[in-house]
Every structure is written in C-alpha cells, then in structure tokens.
C-alpha cells in the first residue's frame, strides 16, 4: 500500500533502545525482550533490522548512555543510522538505508514514546511509507515530574491513535508482538 514505488520490502526499524534512553523506561525488560524476538525472527525471515542510535549532550557518542542495551546485539551487517534529532529520517541516511533494501514498510519498535518514536512514525507516513508500530515494543521514561501524563498512558494513546493513522495510500496500524506479520 506504500506510495513508493518499487519497494515492497518490510524492515524491523529500532529506535534508540540506549542504555541511557530506556535504563528507567516503564516496563523495561518486558519492552526490550519482545523486541529482541522481534529482531531475532526478523533475522530468521531474512528480513533488514535496521538500528537507530540518537546522540546528544546527554547521549555523548561512545559513552556508556549511548550504547545499545547489552541485552541486544546489532549485527556488524547491519544498517546503523545515527541521528540527533527526533526523527529518525532527519539529517541522516536512514531514507538511502531503505531504498538500497528496497523498503516501503517499517514495523517499529524502541524509545521514547512521546519523543522519537512519534516523530519517527510521523516522518515515515509522510514521506511515503507504510509504519505499523509493535504496542509492546517501545516505551517511555515518567516525565510527570515535569507536567506530563504517566508512562503508561502515553504507551495507551499512542497505541489507540496509531492503530487508526491513515494518510492517501499508506497506512500506520499498530499490533502486539505476536501479531507482527513481516510480508505483505
């Protein structure tokens, strides 16, 4: 359904799943395992797992808050985008990465909710993808501190008001781990 032509692959796109992003996540562990079978049956089916990993000044490249989670383990042949903006597409090569591997359709999973993983799937629909988002494969840390509403219902929002995201010949959706479906 993707309006790009001539890429009718999917790819398991994840997002920022650093140790300083997710360390004080809601549900962490349970978050980081679905998504660790996701990327291990994504490999079995012969799928492109593509990596993100987001740098800041409080994610300073090769510190320990930027690595990916010891849980997970990229292999070296596969596509790691650095950025340092929300958006997984913004001011990096992740656009190119897809082409090359012919892919119009994300299945996404990683952190935060409310910050990269919203910008990221807004920036797919919009450039011509198709993004389903994996429910329980990505969190958020609890900002209620600061004004904002708890972990746990952003996840809920987020997931209601993806699961019904259209724009004109593509489509968003989101499943539960279980129900991710690579082909078609």
């Not at 009718?8 to 562990?29: H, S």
Request: include cysteine; hydrophobic fraction near 40%.
């Amino acid at each position: 359904m993707t309006t790009l032509d001539n890429r009718p692959n999917t790819a398991l796109l994840v997002v920022d799943v650093q140790n300083g992003v997710v360390d004080d996540a809601y549900e962490r562990d349970a978050v980081v395992a679905n998504i660790g079978g996701l990327v291990a049956r994504a490999r079995r089916e012969g799928v492109p797992v593509v990596w993100v990993q987001h740098s800041d000044e409080g994610l300073v490249r090769g510190s320990e808050e930027w690595r990916i989670v010891g849980e997970l383990d990229r292999d070296d042949t596969e596509p790691l985008v650095e950025k340092s903006y929300g958006d997984s597409f913004e001011d990096t090569d992740l656009e190119k990465v897809l082409a090359e591997r012919g892919v119009g359709r994300l299945v996404v999973v990683g952190a935060e909710t409310d910050a990269c993983i919203r910008s990221t799937l807004h920036g797919a629909i919009v450039r011509g993808y198709d993004a389903t988002l994996v429910g329980d494969a990505h969190t958020t840390g609890d900002k209620t501190a600061w004004g904002g509403i708890a972990p746990d219902l952003v996840i809920e929002h987020t997931n209601l008001y993806w699961r019904y995201q259209v724009a004109p010949g593509r489509k968003g959706g989101t499943v539960k781990t279980e129900e991710v479906v690579f082909s078609g």
